[in-house]
């Protein structure tokens, strides 16, 4: 048996994510530097939730549009992806996507601008994606500062969390280490699980899907990218659910 929590009205269980009444949170991932892993971890944490019957809505911010390429390629039934959304239509698309679906995850352009910001401040978390080099954390701490910005300006507490992406699943670096040490040092909190560089990982935005509908004859290491995907997965629920509200279910 695993404690796996309650949070608002959602009972989270291994069978699936069964809503009994009200929304779940809006999960933004944010992040001014391209390239740092926001759209792959956005389609792995929505596909790994809709997999659990979840309806999920996925807001592609992003001018590149990449989810929006990923979802022509197929997605769960249980997905929806929205593209075209503006500096002027974002607020107004995240609170239509929450009257629809449970889970509403949004996926932002790679760049400082008032669309990150508006989205920032209706976020109930906010991941931000870091490669483990100097560069791509001190990017990270730019959208850490802009998240504490949003604070000041809404009075409200906006919860975040860094996410290191492309890292080596056998080693730890002395990079790694440093990067990791130094936002340890300000308080800024971090994802347990790394997103570990995996061919399966890239094989999603080439071949559509989840990682559980790929060919495991096309695509080298996908036992491993699932079980990396779904311990993600996993945090992630525990990491929105308030303390001391578990419930017990079997798996």
Known sequence: MVSVGYHGSYRISICGIIPVGQTMPTIVFANPKGGAGKSTAAVILAT????????VTILDADP??????WAKRG???????VA???????????????????FVIVDLEGTASMMVAYAISRADLVIVPTQASQ???KQAAKAVMLIKQQEKAF???IPFSILYTRTSSAIRTKTLSHVQNEFQKNNIPSFRTHLHEREAF???????????????????????AIANAREYAAEFVHMIQPAGKGITVHG
Do not use: C, M
């Open 48 to 55: 790994q939730l809709a997999r659990r019957g979840a309806k």
């Open 64 to 69: 590149n549009k990449p989810v929006s390429e």
């Open 75 to 81: 997605t769960p039934e249980s997905l929806v992806v």
């Open 84 to 102: 075209d959304i503006s500096e002027a239509t974002i607020i107004d698309e995240i609170d239509a996507a929450g009257e629809k679906a449970p």
């Open 135 to 137: 560069l791509d954390a």
């Open 155 to 157: 009075r409200k507490t």
């Open 202 to 224: 890239r094989a999603l935005f080439s071949f559509g899907g989840s990682l559980e509908t790929l060919d495991p004859r096309q695509v080298g290491g996908l036992e491993n």
